[in-house]
């Protein structure tokens, strides 16, 4: 009998920190690969409402988390960053991107890099070393957070601006 009561009390423990783990867990981090700093934007969507709205600046080659958003929420994204227009002077441009609904149970852990491919400026972070970390048990982002999870690029909606 005191077998099968430590099985039961080990199975508990495991189940509670697992819980533990996931209540407490950041959702929402946006990697800004780029030379300057952006402005970001989340509104959290349940049930077609928006519920909250935050607002943070990342500044360049930084990481910024969102601890607010939770795994059964869809996110409407801003990012307003500063670009060049056709005339070569700065201004303020903003890109709209949303989760759908296949994505509510998965982190959304996230890169900005413009310079990678302008027409797709935000995506899925890979984790280290260009995603290879996988190969050899690091299937993390560069802050440790677990990739296993991890939205795709299929579940994202961006709109560039014109």
Known sequence: MSKYFALCFMAFISFAQFVSAAGSEI???IMNKSAQAISVKVDRIKDNNK???SNFTIPAN???????VKFNENLEISISYPAKNAAGNIIK??????TKDSAKMKTKYLTWNPDKDPKIPLYPQTGVFMGLGALF?????????SLQNNI???ELTQHLPN
Do not use: C, F, H, M
């Open 27 to 29: 959702v929402l981090e």
């Open 51 to 53: 519920i909250a709205s």
């Open 62 to 68: 930084s990481t910024g988390k969102d601890e607010w």
């Open 137 to 145: 048990g690091a299937n993390k982002t560069a802050s440790g957070l």
């Open 93 to 98: 441009r903003t890109l709209n991107v949303y």
């Open 152 to 154: 795709t690029q299929s």
